[in-house]
């Protein structure tokens, strides 16, 4: 069998057609020489381009400086950022290149912008700054406005080294004052705090014991005038309205008006230097005999005060003449209010007010009294007189001659000759002779229940002396023996002679009471006992004698002392605790007999019997016959000075041209 047989034949091509046949990419390169023929932008005639490709298929991808490259620069610390002195021209940067200039040490990898400038005289982030106050390890330094080398602590600055105009200290409390610094003196009394301890623990009175001489003001009585028992009384007021209160000194034998007159001494505040009582802002004189000024009192807030720049806080003066008469009724005692706001400057005769007289001829009306507190509870000051020689032919079977009567009286409605029947309420003595009320105190709050207390004196009765405590005063009549008796100790102890409200003085949030009994023992050393109020003072003033309910007894120092002068002394140290000054003018010192001597105890004040000689401060007389610590007050700032001051009174002390004038004075008390 024959098998067929079949031709097959190719036609003939072209070589260009056979190219162009194979360029698939038309890019005029066909394979294989065109590395990529799917892509015209590659073959072996291309240029080279930053694209990631290899354009001129010599197997290198973006080499050399083709079109699109640029700078890459080198980073031989490796921290990302380029020197910017040393570059390639690339389309990526090569290995240890980067696309940044922004290197400003290219040999430090912790020099770049990323990093945290620091305190050590280099440019860390490369911002053209060095050590700027974001710097790490940088000071906080504090301005030095006034150059004394200490700075404020609430004006800084960050910074590497110490800027102009700052210090590293920052302990100065005032540095607008070169003057007020930590390594200055401190100057009392200036009011600054000049060595920016907080305080003024260096401006304390050197003692124990001061020489009243030392003092910078001493205030006098009537020159060539004798026996005018000048600042026997002693109160303080802002009766102007400036902010500084004024010195109100009674002198109960003043020939200011006439024999034995007596006057009251207003010396304008701030008083910084020696006076007389001719120096007086106002002066206000009795009538002969009248004795003006044996009893005094200030009314804070007496008022709902026309004429006054704060309504509701007028300040009112009440001055007694026990002596006054109305020409019938003789030695009856004679009271006056005065506002501050109708004061006059100058000397003047007495007039008030309001008019206050006792009831019958010899009743000494006037001869206590005693800021009283609201005891009418209409929100003003109301006042205590006392009338200790009233008979009481009332309230016992036979009429009990020199019973004595206390009577309360509003301080917002002043009267014209008001009489004790007009009173808001009176005490009546019960017992012969007992003259209740030849001493008033008030008392503060002595049992917490948030109404006045008061204390009332008389220093012969039962022969010992005696006070009665009065909680919330009644507004009716009543006997004096509704009320709790304390009796003093012995015989002729003359207890509740000196009588005031201490303030409290132990720091337990109840006020207490003194009692000065200056014939204590039988050589008359005195003694002064500190009754502490409390919530169960009801309880234990049933004891009824001072000795069984002391806190504490303290006793002069020598026979014929006759401590017995009481007050307290306000928060004279600003320690946050009342403190107390007792007087003994009969204190026989080196210096001569009788120079006396004033007491200052700061609270809280130790319990059980204790010697004068142990008190905080002494002040000594001096001389003999001063009688230092006749009198004793706090005054408030009378010196201007932002602190309180002390009344240290000497009414019986000698003039050796004049005889007895009188004198006191302010112990100012010491701060910044």
Known sequence: MWLPLLFFACAWVSDDEAAARFDVDNDGTAWPSDCDDANPLVAPTGAEGCDGLDNDCDGAVDEGAPAGSDLAWLDADGDGFGDPFTSVESCLAPEGYVKNAEDCDDNDGAISPDGQERCDEQDNDCDGDIDEPDAEGTSTWYADRDGDGYGDVTVTAQACTQPSGYVFDDTDCDDADADVRPDADEVCNDGLDNNC???APECVYEGPTLNVSSLDVMITGESGTSSVNFGLTARAADLNGDGVNELILGADSSKAGGTKSGAVY??????????????????????????????????PNARAGEGSDDPGHEVALIMGAPLADDGATKDMGKAWMLYASTLV?????????????????SDRFGLSISYGGDLNRDDLDDFIVAS????????????????????????????????????????????????????IASLGDINGEGSPDHAFGSTISGTTGAVWVGFDL?????????????????????????LAGAGDVDGDGYDDILVGAPGYDLEDRGAVYVVLGGADVFDYFLQDDLILIQHTRLVGENPDDELGVVSGAGDFNLDGVDDLIVGAPGYDGKKGENS?????????????????????????????????????APLGDVTGDGYPDLWLGAPDAADTSAGTVGLGYILPGLGL
Request: charged letters at 20%; hydrophobic letters at 35%.
């Open 596 to 632: 006396g001597r004033a007491y200052l105890f700061f609270g809280p004040v130790d319990g059980g019997p204790r010697g004068v000689s142990e008190a905080d401060l002494i002040v000594d007389g001096g001389a003999a016959n001063v009688g230092l610590g006749g009198s004793l």
């Open 266 to 299: 207003i010396f304008k505040g701030p008083i910084q230097s020696s006076a007389e009582a001719d120096d007086a802002w106002i002066t206000l004189y009795g009538a002969p005999n009248e004795y003006l000024g044996y009893g005094l009192a200030v009314l």
């Open 474 to 498: 009644p507004t009716t009549w009543l006997d004096i023996d509704e009320f709790h008796r304390l009796d003093g100790e012995s015989k002729n102890d003359f207890a509740s002679e000196g």
């Open 197 to 199: 301890d907080g305080g």
């Open 388 to 439: 200790p020689l009233w008979d009481n032919d009332v309230t016992t079977s036979t009429t009990a001659a020199n019973a004595g009567q206390i009577c309360m009286y509003s301080g917002a409605e002043p009267g014209v000759n008001v009489t004790p029947r007009d009173a808001l309420a009176c005490i009546r003595g019960t017992t012969a002779s007992d003259q209740i009320g030849n001493t």
């Open 345 to 361: 400057a100058g000397e003047s005769a007495v007039a008030g007010d309001g008019t206050y007289r006792g009831e019958d001829a």
